[in-house]
């Protein structure tokens, strides 16, 4: 009797693991096979407000430099939240791994859609969505990005756990 006790306690211990396990498990990257990845969607106390602030100063510097503004896409910041997550998890380095499968994405929604993606990092929090455009602006290439003649952006944002912000930007025009 004592020894079925605690096969049962074992049981129920291994049972309540692995429930554990499941209800836990985060759904794989769309961009890198096996990799897990948190929510694409934003953080409304944080990161999407600063993927707001960013959208809103991209569109202000397009204002005396570009005519047209850039309407915001959730598809596009979808894919740029997965790419920022990955980098800011440490599953893939800081760079533009990936971004013809970004942009396939993408194309599932906005059919010849031609893009450009800008990437950041920084180690603090404090105006970096400012620091960012600055960075951008002040590189010849990437500012024909910002100023380019594009209809649609997403941003995403992430933070690492010491405290990193990466930014995922991607703007597209659709060809006809």
């Given at each position: 009797m004592k020894g079925s006790l605690v096969l049962s306690t074992i049981l129920l211990f291994i049972?309540?693991?692995i429930i554990q396990?499941?209800?836990d498990k985060i759904p794989d990257s769309p961009m890198i096979p096996g990799a897990t990845i948190t929510d694409p969607e934003p953080n409304a106390n944080e990161t999407g407000n600063l993927e707001r602030e960013l959208y809103n100063l991209v569109n202000q510097y397009r204002e005396v430099n570009q005519p047209n503004q850039l309407n915001w896409s959730n598809?596009?910041?979808k894919q740029c939240r997965y790419h920022s997550n990955d980098i800011a998890s440490g599953r893939i380095p800081f760079g533009h791994d990936g971004k013809e499968a970004r942009l396939e994405k993408i194309r599932n929604?906005?059919?010849n859609a031609v893009g450009a993606e800008l990437i950041y990092q920084q180690n603090s929090g404090y105006q970096f969505y400012q620091k960012a455009i600055d960075h951008w602006k002040n590189d010849q290439n990437r500012n024909q990005i910002l100023v380019g003649n594009y209809q649609r952006m997403g941003i995403g944002?992430?933070?690492s756990e010491n405290g990193n912000y990466v930014v995922t930007m991607i703007l597209i025009f659709q060809e006809n």
């Open positions: 049972s309540i693991v396990c499941e209800r598809t596009i910041s929604t906005f059919p944002i992430a933070k």
